[in-house]
């Protein structure tokens, strides 16, 4: 695709996980820098792609970061334990992999005339810009944008302590990749991220890395939710990965006699034939805040940092199906601030899902003192914050 020219140009990277919390962060930044610089994309998922065309002058296919399981599974299949833990799940020891999935980046960046890179869950495409020598920007969660210089990633819950892979192992790889690009290896594991600007949107008591970190914490939401009036008496869900595949939460949502509306965009056709028949609203595109805060009175979805967020600053009552390690990180430390249930998402029995659902729904979300404290940390102009942050770097 041709290159314009008069502007500086930034990448745009996101390289591994799922869900539309990635793209929607991207394009929050291509919005905010839209009149200064050329951005381009480049996605490991395209599902969402389209929200980005309009600010960017290319979006396309990325190199991408896929889960290898063998060794966990041949260990027993533990939980991951640390973010480090979780690296060596995506194929971090191996130096081969490695080269080739920073040769895609650095071919990108050179062939965009790339200024700056901002990743988001993008560790390859960072560490190809360490060795083009441009600057770049971690972007993300707290979870997902941890802090530079760790002698170890700690462990993110207590139950959770069995490693698969050793930091040692990851680093070896890591720096036999660098070595091969002509770049000086690294002392720490963690320093992957050293050479990056780090952004984390999120609060501190979702930041895993709050202690440690030394970047300030940007508010997760930049635009102020409007306050649900009480009206509302809806059950919105949002699962954006394979999560109705679990047929007793499918058949608990289909079983309560209560009003509901969905988004599930990876859904197969005979589950969204299932919930039109059960009279269930199903979205073809994702909801706006204003609609889920007048109509809603409960939220349901994975545990996602961002759905997690708007949750707790409409004050609404939420109940998450955790998928994974963070999801369930997300969930517990939001438990602590707002009514927020959490069902095993290996339940298999409808009858106790609706039960939680239920529940939840009569109990309702948080009291106005307690939305009112969290707005501050939730809420800011982001716009403004990632201009006055980002711009500098390539002037």
Not at 78 to 103: C, E, M, R, S, Y
Not at 216 to 237: A, T, V, Y
Not at 295 to 323: D, E, K, W
Request: glycine letters at 8%; proline letters at 7%.
């Amino acid at each position: 695709m041709p290159i314009e020219v008069g502007r500086p140009r930034v990448l745009l990277a996101w390289e591994g996980g799922a869900g539309r919390g990635h793209v929607a962060t991207l394009k929050t930044i291509a919005e905010a820098l839209n009149d200064e610089v050329f951005c381009d994309a480049a996605l490991c998922r395209m599902e969402h792609a389209s929200e980005l065309i309009p600010y960017c002058d290319g979006v396309f296919q990325g190199a991408r970061l896929s889960t290898n399981r063998s060794r966990r599974t041949a260990a027993g299949n533990p939980h991951v334990a640390t973010w480090g833990d979780f690296l060596g799940d995506l194929n971090f020891w191996n130096p081969q992999f490695l080269i080739a999935q920073i040769k895609w980046w650095l071919d990108t960046i050179k062939s965009r005339k790339s200024q700056l890179v901002i990743a988001d869950f993008a560790p390859c495409a960072q560490l190809a810009a360490l060795i083009a020598g441009i600057p770049s920007v971690a972007v993300g969660t707290g979870y997902s944008v941890p802090p530079s210089g760790l002698d170890r990633f700690p462990m993110l819950l207590p139950e959770y302590t069995e490693l698969v892979f050793q930091e040692d192992e990851l680093l070896r790889a890591v720096n036999m990749a660098l070595v091969h690009f002509g770049t000086k290896p690294l002392a720490r594991l963690s320093d992957i991220y050293s050479a990056s600007t780090a952004m984390p949107r999120t609060i501190a008591r979702l930041d895993p890395y709050n202690s440690l970190r030394r970047a300030p914490l940007l508010p997760p939401l930049n635009e102020r939710l409007p306050r649900p009036d009480g009206s509302g008496n809806e059950i919105f869900f949002y699962f954006s990965n394979n999560e109705t595949e679990n047929e007793a939460l499918v058949d608990a949502l289909i079983g309560l006699d209560l009003p509901m509306r969905g988004f599930i965009p990876r859904a197969s056709t005979g589950v969204r034939e299932l919930f039109a028949d059960a009279g269930i609203k199903i979205e073809t595109q994702a909801a706006s805040f204003d609609e889920i805060s007048r109509r809603s009175r409960l939220l349901l979805h994975s545990g996602q940092h961002g759905t997690l967020c708007m949750g707790l600053g409409m004050g609404l009552g939420q109940v998450a199906f955790p998928q994974h390690i963070e999801h369930l990180f997300h969930a517990r430390r939001a438990g602590d601030l707002a009514p927020v249930r959490i069902v095993d998402p290996a339940a298999r029995n409808a009858d106790e899902i609706s039960g939680v659902i239920m529940d939840a729904y009569e109990t309702g979300g948080s009291d106005a003192a307690a939305v009112e404290q969290l707005r501050p940390q939730l809420f800011g102009d982001i716009g403004a914050i990632m201009r006055g942050r980002i711009l500098p770097l390539i002037d």
